[in-house]
């Protein structure tokens, strides 16, 4: 794959991001995606849990931020995400991992509900990437693709590098 289409692919992401669609990503984007993830689970924003998934939403866009945004406008626009992505995590995807560690483990902990397994259901997940903005199918598929050792729940260390080689991948989709 020519740098092009990797540099496409990787916008396309950022649109994953982008939350409201608003043209760049910013804490609001990464705030709202935390709220619709408490909404959609029943789960208040002052309990543990999610004061943990806003923690991790912080973190998340405190790191996406320190890779990205270059001008440091607090903003990031879909060219410093494609040059941010390229740049920096293309040879190093787990860098990547480590700043989306903190949100995913709370966005799992959330899903999974009152389970205190570690792991949470499949059709949870499914369900927390359709809130987050995949379309049914994909979240379908996606979800089923993280549990990778099918045993109906999903962990953090899967969807940690999930999402990074999804992000950092170079090869088809």
Same mark, same amino acid.
């Given at each position: 794959m020519d740098s092009a289409e990797y540099e496409r692919k990787i916008a396309f992401r950022f649109a994953a991001f982008d939350q409201d669609g608003n043209g760049y990503i910013d804490r609001a984007d990464f705030n709202a995606a935390a709220a619709r993830l408490l909404t959609?689970?029943?789960?208040? =924003? #002052?309990?543990?849990? %999610? @004061?943990? !998934?806003?923690? %991790?939403? &912080?973190?998340?866009?405190?790191?996406? =931020?320190?890779?990205?945004?270059?001008?440091?406008? @607090? #903003?990031?626009t879909r060219e410093e995400f494609v040059g941010g992505a390229v740049?920096? *995590?293309?040879?190093?995807?787990? #860098?990547?991992? &480590?700043?989306?560690?903190?949100? *995913? #483990?709370?966005? !799992?902990?959330?899903?999974?509900?009152? +389970? +205190?397994?570690g792991r949470a259901p499949v059709q949870a997940v499914e369900r927390a990437l359709k809130v987050l903005g995949a379309g049914p199918d994909a979240a379908a598929f996606a979800?089923? +693709? !993280?549990?990778?050792?099918?045993? %109906?729940?999903?962990?953090? &260390?899967?969807?940690?590098?999930? !999402?990074?080689?999804?992000?950092?991948?170079?090869?088809?989709?």
């Amino acid at each position: 794959m020519d740098s092009a289409e990797y540099e496409r692919k990787i916008a396309f992401r950022f649109a994953a991001f982008d939350q409201d669609g608003n043209g760049y990503i910013d804490r609001a984007d990464f705030n709202a995606a935390a709220a619709r993830l408490l909404t959609e689970f029943g789960t208040t =924003a #002052r309990c543990d849990k %999610g @004061q943990a !998934l806003y923690n %991790g939403a &912080e973190a998340f866009w405190q790191g996406m =931020a320190g890779i990205a945004d270059v001008d440091g406008d @607090q #903003r990031v626009t879909r060219e410093e995400f494609v040059g941010g992505a390229v740049k920096r *995590l293309r040879d190093n995807p787990e #860098r990547f991992a &480590e700043i989306a560690r903190p949100f *995913l #483990r709370a966005a !799992l902990a959330v899903a999974a509900g009152p +389970s +205190s397994d570690g792991r949470a259901p499949v059709q949870a997940v499914e369900r927390a990437l359709k809130v987050l903005g995949a379309g049914p199918d994909a979240a379908a598929f996606a979800a089923q +693709s !993280l549990d990778t050792d099918r045993d %109906g729940g999903v962990v953090e &260390e899967d969807a940690v590098a999930a !999402l990074a080689t999804y992000v950092t991948v170079i090869e088809p989709d």
